[in-house]
């Protein structure tokens, strides 16, 4: 599986995102918390850029009054019309079967694996972040 | 006429008092000397102007009282004519627009006792529905809890012209006393609330206040579904009546898609809109606002996505047909007939087999 | 956060002619509005400023209810920044022409002579900054509609301007809109051979339902298709189509799903129990066939596909549906994927263009 070098880890701090263009595909790339997750930035209902809409919390409740905000800054909420999509999973709550954007494995690599490696792609973010921060650590993509 | 069909439940036969003299002995004196000094005439509604003739079928007017007053009258047109099983009278006397709320309770309570006197006792036949002051619901639910238990009440009925939108909390003690005494909630055309009745003002024309009567059903619609009603209670049944039902599919897709959206703020909504109108709502059959291609018709009776929404109502007295062929729904067949002109309504008002 | 959605934009381009009839232009801020307010309404406009009915708001999704990723570089607000609208809408996605439907309510302020002023402004506005920059725009003349004899004084001054091609009005009116006091400004619409165009919105002083305020967006968002059905009714059964043979009506962002149960109704109630004083020669889904064009966003989603092809065989107005995208709303129609179902080529062609060509006479 092609990998790529999205990002360097510094640049994206926990609760942030970077929208960027691997391999002719638009695709997010999300810090929750120290965990990396990515997402192709077209959504699956009228293919707006998913990736850019409110990262926000899911909101519950039995009935109206009694609610329950859970996993804030994990939800994400399209800027067309609003579906709400699992980052970690790509998966939609409003139909979690059918829908769903397609979501990437993304981890984090030290510099020195990035190096070693011979199947790694170099995404178009490669040429700076490589050459500047080589013993820093960098957000990895892996593209089907 | 009856051997089109199997079995026959008419769930929209409009009885009414024949006149506020009627009340006179089931109200208390200060109550009638209050309708004598004040010259009280009913609730301020012009649901059906008495000058037309689709107000009233030729067939249904008498010397003792307006139509829908004398019992054998009724009997003989309605459940008679059909050889319905059953019949569920659906009284739109609308205490819920007399802005008085004690007073509309006392009416309320006339009416009701009046109802079992009148058309219970004598004829078994009929089912009724129990006219409560909806503008209060904790008045309403006093009577609800009164006559509830009788056998011969199945629903309490209410105006969609109403002060206030039905799905707000407001209303939660009339649901839970109609939840409590096993009755559904029967929402009507007509009524009075002073709100002018479109989102555009005051229409000029009887014709456009009539047809733009349903675009109030959608409303109420809306408000039931995402003020939570059905997550409240989660056995109350509503039953939408003389609202018309061919809009509901097209309803049915806008709402879905709101509600894909916008779903953040409604966050009891678990399952998409439809999902609660295929449990929690059943809508008469008359006005039917037929397409005039009977294909267009089965497209919408399959959109509907539930065969179980539909309830057979004649609307006596209104005048929507001239016999019974011209009542049935072209082009429908069983077993979704049976459904429509009795099972439906059988399995809703548990009515006996 | 740096974006790039060039993915998308790849895709999206086909070889259609295609036309937006639902943009929303935006005033940018106060000093450049009065640069075009009339100076005799400076002081009115600084010591008064706007006054609408108040009321109906609700908190929209998102902020001036724009797509998140709407908001120019600029800063400008949502269809404020012309270059950036080219950019996102026009060039993105090839339309050849686009309508401008600038909302903002200064037809519906209640003080009359100011809400014309206001539209004036706008419109010159409009003008200068919108329509002479950008030969693919072309615009809704804002008009105080609540004064027939105003908004017919606005149509006179500037319908003949070859940029503006329809008058737009809200949904919301304090009055049912086929009521006669409309009727002179139809009367000066037609004069200039411009529709008059009712988009979603506005505030016409009553609730949005006929029984009382609800509580929520959504039912203020989905509830505007019951203002619609309302509007249609009004106009079908007033006999303004009968009194002025030349009026076309447009309805933008109403969706349209609603539409055959209403005309079946109408026609129906309407063979039963007649309309009273106003006597109307065709049925009345016949006035609104011939008189009544429709804009298709929002697009009604049926859970089944097959049930939209059923949708527009029921409307039978494959002539009067134009595309639009209401850009930069948040419940934007993109024009590659809103429709559920692919349309046969023929009446996608009518749809995303020749229908509009034909009513806004577009070369
Ligand atoms: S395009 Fe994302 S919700 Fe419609």
Redesign the pocket.
């Known amino acids: 599986m092609p990998r790529h070098i999205v990002a360097n880890v510094d640049e994206i701090p926990p609760g942030e995102r970077k929208v960027l263009e691997v391999d002719g595909r638009s695709i997010g790339v999300f810090n929750v918390d120290g965990e990396f997750y990515a997402i192709r930035n077209r ?1 699956p ?4 850029p ?1 990736c850019e809409g409110y990262l926000t919390g899911f909101l519950k409740a039995r009935i109206p009054g009694e609610y329950t905000y859970t996993r804030q800054g994990e939800i994400l909420r ?1 800027p ?4 709400e999509f699992d980052v970690k999973t790509g998966q939609s709550w409003i139909d979690p079967k059918k829908v769903r954007t397609r979501s990437y494995p993304a981890h984090v690599s030290s510099a020195s694996a990035v190096q070693s490696d011979p199947d790694l792609e170099t995404g178009p973010y490669i040429a700076e972040t490589y050459q500047v921060s080589i013993d820093s650590e960098f957000v990895i993509v892996e593209i089907p | 006429m009856s051997e089109l069909y199997q079995s026959v439940i008419d769930t929209d036969i409009h009885n009414t008092i024949p006149s506020l003299k009627t009340l006179y002995p089931y109200l208390q004196d200060f109550w009638r000397d209050y309708l004598e000094e004040s010259a009280f005439v009913g609730p301020d509604a012009h649901d059906y102007p008495a000058g037309l003739p689709f107000s009233a079928r030729a067939d249904s007017k008498s010397s003792d009282g307006p139509p829908g007053s004398q019992m054998e009258l009724v009997r003989s047109n309605t459940i008679d004519a059909w050889k319905a099983e059953i019949g569920i009278l659906t009284c739109n006397y609308w205490t819920t627009s007399i802005h008085h709320e004690d007073f509309a309770l006392a009416l309320s309570s006339a009416i009701n006792d009046w109802q079992i006197d009148a058309f219970l006792n004598p004829e078994p036949r009929f089912r009724a529905s129990l006219v409560v002051p909806g503008q209060n619901p904790e008045l309403a639910a006093q009577e609800i809890d009164r006559l509830g238990g009788h056998p011969g009440f199945v629903q309490v009925i209410v105006p969609v012209r109403s002060h206030t939108l039905y799905g707000k909390r407001h209303f939660d003690p009339l649901y839970e006393a109609a939840v409590r005494n096993n009755l559904v909630v029967g929402i009507h055309y007509g009524g009075a609330s002073g709100h002018p009745p479109t989102p555009t003002g005051w229409p000029v024309s009887f014709l456009e206040e009539y047809t733009g009567m349903t675009q109030l059903f959608q409303s109420q619609l809306l408000s039931l579904i995402t003020e939570g009603a059905f997550n409240r209670h989660p056995d109350l049944k509503v039953s939408f009546i003389e609202g018309g039902f061919t809009w509901i599919p097209s309803f049915i897709w806008r709402m879905d898609k709101e509600w894909k ?1 916008l779903r953040h703020e409604l966050p009891w909504l678990t399952e998409p809109p439809s999902a609660y109108i295929h449990r929690h709502l059943r809508f008469t059959t008359q006005p039917m606002g037929a397409p005039p291609d009977p294909v267009h018709m089965s497209q919408i009776l399959d959109q509907m996505g539930s065969t179980d929404l539909l309830m057979f109502a004649t609307d006596y007295p209104h005048h929507h047909f001239d016999s019974p062929r011209e009542a049935l729904i072209k082009g429908i067949e069983e077993p979704l007939l049976g459904k429509i002109m009795a099972e439906n309504a059988r399995n809703w008002y548990a009515l006996p087999n | 956060m740096t974006v790039t959605s060039a993915e998308t934009k790849t895709q999206v381009r086909e070889q259609h002619a295609a036309i937006d009839c639902d943009i929303h232009n935006a005033m940018p801020n106060d000093v450049t509005f009065r640069k075009y307010l009339p100076t005799e309404w400076h002081a009115h406009h600084q010591s008064n400023g706007r006054r609408g009915h108040v009321g109906s708001g609700y908190p929209r999704a998102v902020p001036h209810a724009a797509r998140v990723d709407s908001w120019p570089p600029s800063r400008l607000p949502p269809g404020g920044d012309l270059g950036f609208m080219r950019e996102q809408l026009l060039d993105y996605w090839g339309f050849d022409y686009g309508i401008l439907n600038c909302l903002g309510g200064a037809g519906g302020d209640l003080n009359l002579p100011y809400a014309a002023a206001l539209c004036r402004a706008m419109n010159d506005w409009q003008v200068s900054e919108w329509l002479e920059p950008e030969p693919r725009l072309r615009a809704s003349l804002l008009v105080p509609y609540e004064d027939a004899d105003l908004a017919a004084a606005e149509i006179a001054r500037m319908g003949d301007h070859p940029g503006f091609v329809q008058v737009l009005l809200v949904c919301r009116t304090r009055e049912p809109l086929g009521h006669w006091k409309y009727w002179k400004m139809y009367e000066a619409a037609v004069r200039h051979n411009l529709p008059i165009g009712i988009h979603f919105g506005g505030a016409g002083g009553g609730p949005i339902t006929g029984a009382g305020w609800p509580t929520h967006y959504m039912e203020d968002h989905a509830g505007m298709s019951q203002a619609f059905q309302a509007q249609v009714a009004s106009y079908a059964l007033s006999g303004v189509f009968d009194a002025i043979p030349e009026l076309k009506v447009v309805l933008i962002e109403g969706g349209f799903a609603w539409l055959p149960p209403l005309m079946w109704r109408l026609d129906h109630h309407w063979q039963h129990i007649g309309n009273g004083a106003v006597p109307l020669k065709r049925l009345p889904s016949e006035y609104i066939r011939d008189h009544m064009w429709l804009t298709t966003q929002p697009m009604e989603e049926p859970a089944q596909k097959a049930h939209f092809a059923q949708l527009l065989d029921q409307l039978q107005m494959n002539d009067r549906l134009m595309f639009a995208t209401d850009y930069p709303h948040w419940d934007f129609d993109a024009p590659t994927t809103a429709f559920p179902v692919e349309l046969d080529s023929d009446l996608k062609r009518a749809i995303m263009a020749d229908n509009a060509r034909n009513l806004y006479s577009l070369l």
């Open positions: 959504c209902h009228q293919g707006g998913v399209c067309w019309h609003g579906w | 959206g």
